[in-house]
């Protein structure tokens, strides 16, 4: 018998337009197999019923049909017993099984736009900063210049993206990363350009949580992509924003699915720390009340076994092409990130592979 949870969040990730009746029990969508209607954008001729255990499909524009497993393997891109194993791994007690209290996002996007505007700025910041196209007048002011186009070369961060350089005050020899509402800053991260540096980060205190990167940028019809930091999130042009730390609170996502129509992807570093933050995340009531709104990214296998741990790292050694697609193509709905993990545990701290 094949739990009717699984059968549901396979559906809700890999298929469009879906329409669930019977129950729960009935599946109705656009074939993602043929591609459906070419006429019609708005015609769901793909049917899955749970059949009470033996799940069946058809498709009424392509005509195929069959079982679960089979489509399974063909839609995840696994093989057929890879597939088999990930479907009867899964089990319904390791969930939490409360009913999913549907968030009313634009209520919550009325909330956050109510409140009163931040009044805290940091545009003093630049005072005693240098860009990368400023003269400088001294030594030091072109020893860093010279750091922070290395620093932006190398990392292969975007031109329209402004970063900065400190060279006095409490931010002195940092790289500085802003947010920018209009003219104004409202955020940055001072990163230390010595690894020697202590702490990695220095970064004023903000209410981080109503701190929405690109949120004037983002498209609803797509996934709005969370990243850890700001550089990984500079990566995924105008879909990416970040949680300014390892946390995803449930007020930055509230407001993040406000946005978006399709959900939310959360990219967590792919080493130790990384998993912490995925365990205390999914381990949370609200971070499992989520899941049937968002999908984790996943390392391709060969990237996972190079040892990269960001995307930025990745997107700086490989050529990776459309980000926004790559990440959306490797990125997988909660019961599928968990079986994978399960079957494929590492020891090397490289734990986000498929």
Request: charged letters at 25%.
């Amino acid at each position: 018998m094949i739990d009717l949870e699984i059968v549901r969040e396979f559906v809700l990730e890999h298929f469009p337009m879906v329409k669930i009746s019977k129950g729960g029990t009935h599946f109705h969508a656009r074939c993602v197999l043929c591609g459906d209607s070419k006429k019609s954008q708005s015609k769901r001729r793909f049917h899955l019923d749970w059949n009470k255990g033996n799940p069946i499909w058809q498709c009424f524009n392509c005509q195929r049909s069959g079982s679960f497993i089979p489509l399974y393997a063909e839609v995840a891109g696994v093989d057929y017993e890879t597939a088999k194993s990930i479907i009867f791994d899964y089990h319904t007690d390791q969930w939490n099984k409360k009913k999913w209290n549907r968030w009313n996002c634009n209520e919550t996007i009325k909330k956050v736009n109510s409140l009163p505007p931040l009044t805290t700025y940091h545009d003093y910041i630049l005072r005693s900063c240098i860009n990368s196209t400023d003269n400088p007048t001294s030594y030091i002011t072109r020893r860093l210049q010279e750091e922070l186009k290395d620093f932006i070369s190398k990392r292969k961060i975007p031109k329209h993206i402004r970063i900065y350089a400190a060279y006095e005050g409490k931010y002195r020899n940092r790289f500085i990363i802003p947010v920018f509402e209009g003219s104004s800053i409202i955020y940055f991260q001072a990163r230390r350009i010595q690894a020697t540096m202590q702490p990695k980060y220095i970064n004023p205190v903000s209410e981080k949580e109503r701190i929405i990167l690109n949120k004037e940028k983002f498209d609803p019809h797509r996934y709005i992509i969370a990243t850890e930091g700001l550089i990984d999130a500079f990566m995924i042009p105008n879909q990416g924003t970040a949680s300014l730390g390892s946390t995803f609170s449930e007020t930055f996502l509230k407001t993040l699915f406000g946005f978006s129509k399709r959900g939310v992807i959360l990219f967590f570093d792919n080493d130790e720390s990384g998993l912490k933050a995925f365990n205390k995340f999914t381990d949370k009531e609200y971070g499992n009340n989520f899941k049937d709104k968002v999908k984790y990214f996943l390392f391709p296998d060969k990237y996972k076994r190079q040892g990269y741990t960001d995307l930025n790292e990745l997107i700086t050694n490989e050529d990776i092409g459309d980000v926004y697609e790559f990440i959306v193509k490797n990125s997988h709905m909660l019961v599928t990130v968990k079986a994978l993990l399960d079957k494929d545990k590492t020891t090397d701290g490289r734990i986000f592979g498929n």
